[in-house]
C-alpha cells in the first residue's frame, strides 16, 4: 500500500488545497491530509476546528482521511507508513522554498516529496488571501467550499466584535 501525506495549516481549506487532494488521491493508494502545529503561523481556526473542516471536504474522496499532527513532519510519515509528501505548487517561488524543504525532509527520513502543479484556475489562490479578502467583506465564493465562506465569516465577525 502506498500513502502519501499532504500537509499543510488549512486556514481555512480552499479549492486549490481541495483540487491536491484529489488529485493525489488518484496517484496513491491512501491520502493522509494533516493539519500541524507551525509555530510561525498566526491561525484564525483551532486544530480542531481545521480538522473538521479538512474532514468534511475529503468525506468526498474513500481513500482520503485527515489528521492532525505535532513535530517534524518526517517523524509523522514513519509513523504512518508514508513513502511520500505531496505538495502544491503554484508559482516559482512556491518551488524554491518546497525544494529546499524537501531535500531537508529526504536527508531526515526515506520519504520523497512529489510535487503537483496547481490547476491554473487555483494559482493565485492561498489561504492567507482568502482570510484577507473575506475580512474586508470581500466575496470569497468560489474559493473555498460554502461551509467554510460561512464558518470564515463568522470567525471573522467575532474577532472583529471581541478587538472593538
Known amino acids: 500500500m502506498r500513502i502519501a501525506v499532504c500537509p499543510g495549516s488549512f486556514d481555512p481549506v480552499t479549492n486549490g488545497h481541495i483540487d491536491i487532494f484529489s488529485r493525489a488521491a488518484g496517484l496513491f493508494d491512501e491520502v493522509i491530509v494533516a493539519t500541524g502545529l507551525n509555530p510561525s503561523k498566526t491561525r484564525l481556526f483551532t486544530p480542531d476546528e481545521r480538522i473538521d473542516m479538512l474532514t468534511e471536504v475529503c468525506r468526498q474522496f474513500p481513500n482520503v482521511r485527515v ?47 512529489v510535487f503537483i502543479p496547481t490547476s491554473p484556475e487555483y494559482s493565485f489562490l492561498a489561504s492567507s488571501l482568502v482570510k484577507e479578502v473575506a475580512m474586508f467583506g470581500g466575496d470569497v465564493s468560489g474559493l473555498v467550499p460554502d461551509f467554510v465562506r460561512e464558518r470564515l465569516i463568522t470567525r471573522l465577525e467575532e474577532r472583529k466584535r471581541s478587538t472593538s
Open 67 to 113: 489528521s492532525g499532527f505535532n513535530g517534524l513532519l518526517t517523524a509523522f510519515c514513519q509513523e504512518q507508513g508514508a513513502v511520500a509528501i505531496v505538495k502544491g505548487l503554484r508559482a516559482v517561488s512556491d518551488y524554491e522554498y518546497e525544494l529546499q524543504m524537501a531535500q531537508m525532509n529526504s536527508s531526515l527520513a526515506e520519504v520523497e516529496t
